[in-house]
């Protein structure tokens, strides 16, 4: 099957910076991708998602952005706080039901 | 509201042992998957269930089977445990909307295999 980013850099950044997380994904039928936050000892959680049909996506401090020109997907948080320091994943839906397609995650850094 | 519950949260069993996980959904949710977390080989989809039948089903053998209750609650087991079988396994649940859904997750069981 098709793979989305399987790597897990890690990004470091300095609190109150903005951040950006990149992925790529190869499978173009996808039409819709996910944003996972996952803290360790605890279960991935939503933070925000985007169909196909849009190319950016808003909610509070996050902004996903979506180019299917060269599949690429990226986070970005605004104002990086301490707390936004976890493992983040895209993910993609294959278009047949539930069925997710994980990228490999990045590792997310915030120094006080 | 109530998140995706998940028991037990830790598990250790030997080789050749069957264990079986349980998930409780988000009340209204009627859709269950479940997925293998390992540091090698990241986030992979075992199955999902909807209105208690496997509608999606990923690369895994046959020893890894689940089923849906008609409460929308779900099981996974894993049958003739191998060392490799050590990860955390994540349910999420969702909405059906007919479409792509979005998932939420439980915390995860922790399998060790000894």
């Known amino acids: 099957g098709e793979s989305v980013g399987l790597h897990l850099p890690t990004l470091s950044v300095q609190e109150g910076d903005n951040s950006i997380i990149n992925c790529a994904y190869s499978?173009?039928?996808?039409?819709?991708f996910i944003w996972y936050k996952q803290e360790s000892g605890k279960g991935p959680q939503f933070i925000i998602d985007?169909?196909?049909?849009?190319d950016k996506r808003q909610g509070q401090r996050v902004t996903v952005l979506l180019n299917k020109t060269v599949k690429h997907l990226s986070l970005q948080i605004a104002a990086t706080q301490p707390g936004d320091s976890a493992v983040y994943f895209c993910?993609?839906?294959?278009?047949?039901?539930?069925?997710?397609?994980f990228g490999g995650g990045t590792r997310l850094m915030v120094k006080p | 509201k109530a998140g995706v519950t998940q028991t037990p949260r830790y598990l250790i069993k030997t080789r050749g042992q069957q264990v079986t996980l349980s998930c409780s959904p988000i009340?209204?949710?009627?859709?269950v998957s479940w997925y293998q977390q390992t540091p090698g080989q990241g986030l992979q989809f075992l199955f999902e269930?909807?209105?208690?039948?496997?509608?999606n089903k990923g690369n895994f053998p046959g020893r890894f089977s689940g089923r849906q209750f008609s409460n929308s609650r779900s099981e996974m087991n894993v049958s003739t445990l191998e060392l490799g079988d050590s990860a955390l396994y994540l349910c999420?649940?969702?909405?059906?909307?007919?479409?792509?859904?979005?998932?939420?997750f439980g915390p995860g069981t922790r399998l060790t295999v000894l």
């Open positions: 999420a649940s969702s909405l059906p909307s007919g479409g792509a859904d979005t998932q939420y």
């Open positions: 499978n173009s039928a996808s039409d819709y």
């Open positions: 985007i169909r196909s049909n849009m």
């Open positions: 993910a993609e839906n294959n278009n047949a039901g539930n069925m997710l397609t």
């Open positions: 009340s209204g949710h009627r859709s």
């Open positions: 269930y909807f209105s208690e039948t496997q509608r």
